[in-house]
C-alpha cells in the first residue's frame, strides 16, 4: 500500500481533505492567469450534515477530534450565523442553549477507504464552548471559550477546561479575567488572537469598555492567569511568537520559525542560548512574492509542518470590486509548499541582516474556493496526514475540474 500526502482544513462550516499529489507550481507572470480548482479528496459540509457551527479542531494519534461551537436555529441559513450574529438565532433545544459541548471524533487511518466519517465521543466537554480555542500542551488538550457570535450570549462555566486523554477525562480550569465579568447584556472583552509558547498560552482581548487590548498569560504548571499589559512589548517573549503572529517551528531546526504577519511571510532565527543575541529575520519572498504582487490582501493565514524540512502556508482572500486582474469579489486560497535550508550556522555571519535561509518552493498557486460555498473564507485549523492508500480506486475521490482562466 503507497502512502497518500492529504491536508485536513477545517473552516467554521466545512472540512476539507486536500490531495496534496494535485499541487503544482504555477507561473503568474502573466496579466491573465490561470485559478485552479482546489484539489479536494474529500469534503464534509458540517452544517448540512446536522453537526454544529464553529467548532475547534486538533489531531491526535491518528484521530481527528472536533469541540464545541453552535447550532443555528432550524432553517436557518448556516452562511449568515457567524456574519449577521444579531439576526441569527441559536437553536436552543441543542446542547446548552444551542452552544455545544460535545466531541466528535473521525479516525483518519480509514480516510481513504471511508471519507471524512465523523462520531460523537462518549465524553464531553464539562460546559459548551462557542468559537473554542484548542491547544495540545505535553499531551493535554486546553479548550478555551472564544467570543460567541451573539453578544448578549451568556457564556456556560467553566470556560476554560482540560481533557487528559490517557484517563478520557475533562477537568475544569480558573475561570479566565477577560471571560470572569461577561454579562448577559454586555460583551465586555472579546477575544482576538491568541498563541502557545512552551507551557504558556498567550490571550488577546479587546475590551469593550475602554476599546484597548489587553494580553493575559495562562501556564499550565502554575495553574493561573495573570494581565501581562495592554501592548505586544510587554510580553516576554520575541514578537513572532505573539498573538499578532500565526506560525510553526520547521522540525529540523529548534531555532528556525516560519510565520505569517498581516500578508507577509517570514523566517525568524531564534537565540537558543545566548538570550544577548539578537532575533535574525528573512522575508521569504519566494513564499509570499505572488500574493504580494498580485495585491490580494488575505483574511487570515496558517503555517502547517509537512515533514522535516517541508512547510506549507494557506492564505486565503477576497478580492475587490474593482481589482483588474483576479475579478470582483473572488474568493481565493493562495497555498505553498517549501523546502526549508539553513545556509550559515548562526554564529558564522556576523551581519544580522544576511539570509540565513534557503526555500525551495515544491508548490505555489492561486486555488479557486468556491467550493466553500457563501461563507468567508476563514479557515480555523489545518493539518498534514499521511493516509495509507489501497491499491484499489478510491469510489471517495472527487474529480478535479479544468482550470478556469481570469
Known amino acids: 500500500m503507497e502512502s497518500k500526502r492529504i491536508l485536513l482544513v477545517a473552516t467554521p462550516q466545512r472540512l476539507f481533505a486536500i490531495d496534496m499529489s494535485k499541487l503544482k507550481i504555477n507561473n503568474y507572470e502573466s496579466p491573465k492567469f490561470e485559478v485552479l480548482p482546489l484539489p479536494l479528496f474529500n469534503m464534509l459540509n458540517l452544517a448540512e450534515k446536522d453537526f454544529p457551527f464553529g467548532m475547534g479542531f486538533f489531531v491526535r494519534d491518528s484521530k481527528l477530534y472536533m469541540v464545541g461551537g453552535g447550532k443555528p436555529r432550524p432553517r436557518e441559513s448556516p452562511q449568515l450565523f457567524p456574519r449577521q450574529p444579531r439576526a441569527t438565532g441559536h437553536d436552543e ?31 464531553p466537554m464539562l460546559a459548551a464552548k462557542p468559537i473554542p480555542i484548542v491547544e495540545e500542551i505535553e499531551g493535554k488538550i486546553y479548550v478555551l471559550s472564544g467570543t460567541p457570535w451573539q453578544s448578549e450570549c451568556l457564556l456556560p462555566v467553566p470556560t476554560f477546561e482540560v481533557y487528559d486523554p490517557s484517563i478520557e477525562q475533562w477537568k475544569p480550569l480558573p475561570e479566565p479575567p477577560f471571560h470572569e465579568e461577561r454579562w448577559p447584556s454586555s460583551q465586555i472583552y472579546k477575544v482576538i488572537y491568541h498563541s502557545v509558547v512552551g507551557t504558556t498560552i498567550y490571550v488577546l482581548a479587546l475590551s469593550d469598555l475602554d476599546y484597548s487590548d489587553y494580553y493575559y498569560s495562562y501556564n499550565v504548571n502554575e495553574g493561573n492567569w495573570k494581565l501581562v499589559g495592554k501592548s505586544e512589548d510587554e510580553l516576554p517573549i520575541p514578537y513572532p511568537f505573539t ?25 525568524a532565527m531564534i537565540p537558543s542560548n545566548d538570550k544577548s543575541s539578537p532575533t535574525r529575520y ?43 486582474k483576479l475579478g470582483p469579489c473572488c474568493s481565493i486560497l493562495y497555498m505553498t509548499t517549501f523546502r526549508v535550508e539553513k545556509l550559515h550556522h548562526d554564529n558564522d555571519v556576523e551581519d544580522i541582516r ?33 493516509s495509507k492508500k489501497p491499491s484499489e480506486s478510491n469510489p471517495y475521490e472527487e474529480k478535479i475540474g479544468e482550470p478556469k482562466s481570469i
Open 93 to 123: 433545544s441543542f446542547g446548552d442553549r444551542g452552544l455545544s459541548p460535545y466531541v466528535y471524533i473521525s479516525d483518519l487511518s480509514n480516510l481513504i477507504t471511508c471519507g471524512l466519517d465523523l462520531r460523537k465521543h462518549h465524553t
Open 243 to 267: 498573538p499578532l503572529c500565526v506560525g510553526k517551528f520547521v522540525p529540523a531546526y529548534n531555532d528556525i520559525f516560519i510565520y505569517i504577519q498581516f500578508d507577509c511571510v517570514y523566517a
Open 282 to 324: 528573512q522575508h521569504l519572498d519566494e513564499v509570499d512574492g505572488d500574493l504580494l504582487n498580485r495585491d490580494v490582501p488575505s483574511i487570515n493565514g496558517v503555517v502547517v509542518e509537512l515533514g522535516e524540512h517541508e512547510m506549507c502556508i494557506m492564505q486565503p482572500g477576497i478580492t475587490d470590486s474593482e481589482h483588474d
Open 354 to 386: 544576511t539570509p540565513f535561509l534557503s526555500i525551495t518552493c515544491l508548490s505555489k498557486g492561486f486555488y479557486d474556493i468556491d467550493a466553500w460555498g457563501p461563507e468567508a473564507p476563514h479557515i480555523c485549523s489545518a493539518f498534514f496526514h499521511q
